[in-house]
């Protein structure tokens, strides 16, 4: 694979086919475009019904309501980790959880790049720092997970480091979990072509170009790499106490509402409807490594 810095054209190896993408280039390539919901084995033709989203997020979104009631009132707490390669729908998802929630009791948490102070910390100490106390939801966008996989594949860390993480990751998350926090860990997985089209959507996009960042170029040529480490933490990392689950997210809107149904069915708040909330997509959401296959 090789890149031109000037135009930042990449040449990719994709389905032992040689494949030239230009990300400055206003026109996505025919090719990025028709292959990219149907990549990495995405089981649907087309996207959700637009009318049908918007109907079913409100409905669940009135559940997370009385979500954020029953932790408030039980005093119980949550936290979220959404992981994912760069443009995988993160925030959005996120975003979808966290819209109608009183801020007050449900934060989101995404930091930034550690200080010279926090790089000299125990590793997990700046992540505890922001988890809820009584009656919050805390919804991590990157978390932890950063040292297994962004920092080896972008040679933030050192191998041991790294190695050092994935042992010590299970018995860190079995501590919040035995401390009585409901604890959820999302991987949201997208083919090679969303990827492209996203970055490329974000380009062009006025709105959107301030989410394309130089570490989103650098990672045009290390899909492989990032594989990978992936598959390397998932399966170090996906425990009976703390499952990752794993969420097919070619199709952003049937990502979101498999990952909140998920949510909502894992604890039984006080007024919970599940006919409202409705059946879990096991074709868009399954638990850990496996689901990938």
């Known amino acids: 694979m090789t890149s031109n810095k000037q135009d930042r054209t990449v040449e990719l190896d994709i389905g032992g086919r040689k494949r030239a993408f230009d990300i400055d280039d206003p026109k996505l390539p025919d090719w990025v475009h028709?292959?990219?919901?149907?990549?990495?084995?995405?089981?649907?033709?087309?996207?959700?019904?637009?009318?049908?989203?918007?109907?079913?997020?409100?409905?669940l979104q009135i559940e997370l309501i009385k979500l954020q009631f029953?932790?408030?009132?039980?005093?119980?707490?949550?936290?979220?980790?959404?992981?994912?390669?760069?443009?995988?729908?993160?925030?959005?998802?996120?975003?979808?959880i966290r819209a109608y929630l009183n801020p007050r009791s449900a934060r989101i948490v995404a930091l930034p790049k550690p200080t010279e102070a926090e790089a000299g910390q125990w590793y997990f100490q700046r992540y505890v720092e922001h988890f809820p106390t009584s009656g919050e939801a805390v919804l991590f966008d990157r978390s932890w997970y950063n040292r297994g996989v962004v920092e080896p594949v972008m040679g933030?860390?050192?191998?041991?480091?790294?190695?050092?993480?994935?042992?010590?990751?299970?018995?860190?998350?079995?501590?919040?979990?035995?401390?009585?926090?409901?604890?959820?860990?999302?991987?949201?997985?997208?083919?090679?072509?969303?990827q492209l089209k996203r970055f490329h959507d974000r380009r062009h996009d006025p709105l959107k170009i301030w989410k394309l960042s130089p570490m989103d170029v650098a990672a045009l040529t290390k899909w492989d790499d990032y594989t990978k480490a992936r598959d390397r933490m998932l399966e170090k990392t996906?425990?009976?106490?703390?499952?990752?689950?794993?969420?097919?997210?070619?199709?952003?809107?049937?990502?979101?509402?498999?990952?909140?149904?998920?949510?909502?069915?894992?604890?039984?708040?006080?007024?919970?409807?599940?006919?409202?909330?409705?059946?879990?997509?096991?074709?868009?959401?399954?638990?850990?490594?496996?689901?990938?296959?």
Not at 156 to 174: A, I, N, S, V
Not at 267 to 286: F, L, M, N, Q, T
Request: charged content about 30%; some cysteine; proline content about 3%.
């Open 34 to 59: 028709e292959a990219a919901l149907g990549s990495e084995g995405y089981p649907y033709d087309d996207k959700m019904d637009k009318g049908d989203y918007k109907k079913t997020l409100e409905n």
């Open 70 to 96: 029953w932790l408030n009132a039980s005093g119980k707490r949550m936290i979220s980790v959404f992981e994912g390669r760069d443009a995988a729908g993160k925030g959005g998802t996120i975003f979808s």
């Open 156 to 194: 933030f860390c050192t191998p041991d480091q790294c190695k050092k993480f994935l042992r010590e990751t299970p018995h860190f998350e079995e501590m919040i979990v035995d401390d009585g926090i409901h604890f959820f860990k999302f991987w949201l997985n997208i083919g090679r072509e969303m």
């Open 238 to 293: 996906h425990t009976a106490q703390a499952p990752w689950m794993v969420v097919k997210a070619n199709d952003k809107r049937r990502a979101r509402i498999n990952v909140i149904r998920h949510l909502l069915l894992s604890i039984d708040y006080e007024g919970r409807d599940k006919e409202v909330i409705g059946d879990i997509d096991d074709s868009i959401i399954g638990e850990g490594p496996a689901f990938l296959d």
